[in-house]
């Protein structure tokens, strides 16, 4: 990154305009998000097609894939947080530092984790939940998910490293590339090819690693920090503050994969069908929820930076144009959801009226709550960029841990698989409580905050222009 580039950058995220800054970055973090959630919802329309046995069976695999995104954001969030902070602080050496370590961190670990995966893979499908008549297709996908694994992993650190500096044009493109990649060989392969799940497994590999060279290729750019073994420099600090920002990430995604499973085990005495019917509601709103991601990973730098530049006021003013943004799109959101929901399970599954029958209603209640999680994940971001890795990690614990999973057993036991169907909203009703009483004194705090640096920069500016009014007063004794 050039001294101008740096210059440049922290200029605009300190000084510019809070609600063209978020709107600007917010179609690209959207854009992002989205088309990573094309990547399984390729997969689900196409393996839709050749059964729902298949579907299922790839339907399960998903709570690995969370796994892997577990590692990817965990290394990814905790260092992108301490990079934007560091950027706005000036101190880019640190900054490309961590940025290493983070990276060629997760990349070691999740070939570890791979490695693990083939060496008890059969046991590892049946963990995640799957039957007898879906085991096999799910082995088959984990098969080719197992060796993607490190360039994921590595890929979602890249991403949420890039986000925190701002620059979330260039893994915009990275993941496009890698997701119409994918959308491409996808009925290639499968029905081409007849490799059917293999070759959906197949088509997502090749696609993560396309993303993952590209993403790598986009550190190279001017205005972005490098990447560079030479500034693999691990140490206890910087594990410390991957550790304090990304614990959460690792928490609530370890977490969202647990309750996947939990509620594929808590659907499976309903047969193959409730399986694959709650694996599509699940794809429909990691896409639905990838547009509302968008603003808050908009909102993410700017915290960041004008936290680490002591903007407070610029970080209250960009939470609450957030919060209002991320309102009405989830709001529209709900109510397509509603509106269309027999639609959304047909596209994914046509011809099996007991997918359609398990799945309306499970969209439908979750589509209810939708819009709670605009509270909710904005709360959690700023909680973590700005290092409250306590609160931030209770809220995470809590979204599945403390709410959803007993959710799942709980209603699952008493209402049947009405439960599993309602057990979503259920439990992001008490989140949004939780939440809103972790955050809301963190922002009311931001603001007194704000007012007081911004009353020490004008005391500081009238001492400035009285001392300049002294020595233009002096007289002139040339």
């Known amino acids: 990154m050039s001294e101008k580039n740096k210059k440049d950058k922290i200029a605009i995220m300190t000084e510019g305009s809070i609600e063209s800054l978020i709107i600007k970055l917010a179609l690209p973090s959207s854009a992002i998000m989205l088309v990573s959630a094309l990547y399984n919802m390729a997969d689900t329309y196409f393996i839709g097609k050749i059964s729902t046995e298949a579907t299922a069976g790839v339907g399960v695999v998903f709570s690995y894939m969370t796994a892997i995104q577990a590692i990817g954001f965990f290394f990814g969030q905790g260092s992108g947080n301490y990079i934007s902070r560091k950027i706005g602080a000036k101190e880019v050496k640190e900054a490309e530092r961590m940025a290493s370590v983070g990276l060629f961190t997760s990349f070691f670990l999740a070939v570890l984790l791979a490695i693990l995966g083939f060496i008890f893979k059969k046991d590892l499908v049946i963990m995640l939940g799957a039957t007898p008549t879906i085991a096999q297709h799910a082995e088959t996908y984990i098969t080719y998910l197992l060796l993607a694994s490190p360039f994921m992993a590595s890929a979602f650190t890249l991403n949420a490293q890039l986000r925190g500096q701002g620059s979330v044009f260039y893994s915009m493109l990275a993941l496009i590339a890698g997701a119409l990649l994918n959308v491409v060989l996808d ?238 909203t259920v439990s992001d009703l008490m989140t949004f409580a939780l939440s809103f009483l972790l955050t809301y004194d963190v922002i009311r705090d931001m603001e007194n905050k704000g007012n007081l640096q911004n009353k020490v920069e004008e005391k500081e500016e009238k001492h400035d222009s009285a001392d300049n009014s002294n020595i233009e007063s002096l007289p002139n004794i040339s």
Request: aromatic share 14%; net charge positive; hydrophobic share 50%.
């Open 187 to 424: 009925p290639i392969l499968i029905f081409t090819f007849n490799m059917g799940v293999a070759g959906a497994g197949l088509a997502t590999m090749i696609s993560q690693i396309v993303s993952f060279f590209t993403l790598i290729w986009t550190t190279t750019q001017e205005d972005n920090i490098s990447i560079n073994f030479k500034n693999f420099i691990p140490s206890f600090e910087l594990y410390k503050e991957i550790t304090g920002g990304g614990l959460p990430s690792l928490v609530r995604q370890a977490l969202n994969g647990f309750a996947i499973v939990i509620m594929n085990k808590a659907a499976a005495p309903y047969g193959d069908a409730a399986i694959a019917a709650m694996s599509i509601v699940g794809r429909s709103f990691a896409a639905a929820f990838s547009l509302m991601a968008g603003i808050g990973h908009a909102y993410h730098p700017l915290c960041g930076i004008n936290y680490g530049a002591k903007r407070y006021d610029r970080v209250q003013r960009a939470f609450w144009f957030s919060l209002k943004f991320k309102i009405v799109l989830t709001l529209t959101i709900s109510t397509l959801g509603i509106i269309f929901a027999p639609e959304i399970i047909s596209f994914f599954r046509k011809g099996d009226p007991a997918v359609l029958k398990a799945g309306v209603p499970a969209l439908r209640f979750q589509a209810m709550s939708f819009p709670l999680y605009s509270w909710i994940f904005l709360g959690n971001i700023t909680l973590q960029t700005i290092g409250s890795a306590v609160r931030a990690t209770i809220l995470a614990l809590a979204a599945k841990g403390l709410f959803y999973i007993p959710a799942i057993l709980i209603l699952s036991k008493y209402w049947g698989f009405k439960g599993v169907q309602v057990s979503q």
